[in-house]
């Protein structure tokens, strides 16, 4: 693989990647690109928070680069925050269909039935698959589902999601970990499912001096900084704000300043803050509260290490951005981070059910050089706009 300018052909990507099985099925660089109307239908995306929103966003954008005669319709389900942003010229964003599920389901189908011809359906979340699949039957078009973490790694529960995985026309997992949880119980034929990876913005965010501001603000002068970005939900206890808190009391002896800045908000806030008091913790563990996008390089630059042992992560954006940033990343063996370090390439890799080894990974990670790890180009958003370029090749032409 190129290090510094990775190319799409057979050789630059591991197997479970979309380039090599696209490369023996069409030829991308010859064949000309139709015009076409390709219908996203997604959690978030623009003017939304989070990983999921973020990884929409970037496929919306490299859909509307696919071709000039191009049309990208997408109709988000939810609108979580409202900063503000720049939609791409052509994408039509259907922001009027978000008050509840009945007006979302009925705009969808009225509009395809008033004659609306889709090529292909994108399905952004495996719990919007039942209205997804019946836009694409009507339309008569393929159907891409999009798998992106612990959502997706086992059974939904719900009767007619989980039939219909098996009738997708390609399914499309951010991760191989999330890849392998979902084929081992959907039953979707092996041969139709690719991993998609995340991409970062590597003119975004890059190595900066700290913000005194935000240093000053968060009381972090003179203090070793571990850090943590993630929703504080209780269902997503997986992130590993338990376990980084778990070891800091035996961190303290080793690295006396040491301070860990957890950047996020939501409900669980309230149970890891009285987890730090009943740790006698309390006094170097700092809340941040929600952060914005436009915040979050300034924020990366503050941590010394940026730790998260995850148990049922996806991918993880957040280990690219602080990658690109310079700082030393710590993640878990188990999941999607895994796949973000490149099998440890890139950052260490931790065992989240053993606290020895958390604490011995973000030991190591403080004692490693800011830098920016030399293939983290691999992530970029040219290399992902050029996969998913193959991906809508491949599902306009021979699905």
Not at 367 to 381: A, D, G, I, T
């Amino acid at each position: 693989m190129g290090e510094a300018n990775l190319s799409v052909s057979p050789a630059a990507y591991p197997h479970s990647e979309i380039a090599p099985a696209f490369d023996r099925r069409i030829n991308s660089e010859s064949a000309p690109r139709p015009d076409s109307r390709l219908v996203f239908l997604v959690t978030d995306a623009f003017y939304g928070h989070g990983g999921i929103a973020k990884f929409n966003r970037d496929l919306l954008r490299a859909a509307c680069s696919y071709s000039t005669g191009t049309e990208v319709v997408a109709y988000p389900r939810v609108l979580s925050c409202h900063e503000r942003e720049d939609l791409p010229r052509t994408l039509r964003y259907e922001t009027g269909v978000v008050s509840n599920k009945l007006t979302y389901i009925g705009r969808v189908l009225i509009d395809t039935l008033r004659g609306r011809h889709w090529d292909l359906v994108v399905c952004g979340h495996i719990n919007l698959l039942p209205i997804a699949w019946m836009i694409s039957r009507l339309a008569r078009a393929p159907l891409i589902l999009i798998i992106h973490g612990i959502d997706a790694w086992k059974p939904t529960r719900r009767f007619w999601t989980d039939i219909l995985v098996r009738y997708v026309s390609i399914f499309v997992a951010v991760s191989e970990t999330s890849k392998r949880r979902f084929s081992s119980w959907s039953c979707a034929r092996p041969e139709r499912g690719f991993v998609l990876p995340n991409c970062v913005d590597l003119t975004r965010f890059s190595p900066q001096p700290k913000n005194r501001t935000l240093e000053s603000r968060y009381r972090l002068q003179g203090k070793t900084v571990l850090l943590t970005l993630g929703r504080l939900a209780a269902f997503d206890r997986y992130k590993g704000f338990d376990e980084v808190l778990d070891v800091l009391p035996s961190l303290v002896g080793e690295i006396p300043n040491v301070v860990y800045l957890i950047a996020g908000e939501g409900p669980d806030r309230q149970r890891l803050e009285q987890k730090a008091r009943s740790l006698s913790m309390a006094d170097r563990v700092v809340f941040t509260g929600l952060v914005s996008e436009s915040e979050k390089s300034d924020l990366y630059s503050l941590a010394d290490a940026f730790v998260m042992p995850s148990r049922g992560e996806g991918f993880g954006i957040v280990l690219l951005e602080a990658m690109a940033c310079g700082i030393p990343v710590v993640a878990s063996l188990l999941d999607g981070g895994r796949d973000a370090l490149l099998h440890g390439e890139l950052g260490t890799l931790v065992d989240p059910t053993d606290l020895s080894d958390v604490r011995r990974g973000i030991v190591e990670a403080l004692r490693l050089p800011k830098r920016v790890p030399h293939r983290l180009e691999h992530f970029s958003v040219q290399n992902y706009e050029r996969r998913v370029h193959l991906l809508l090749d491949h599902a306009l032409r021979t699905v």
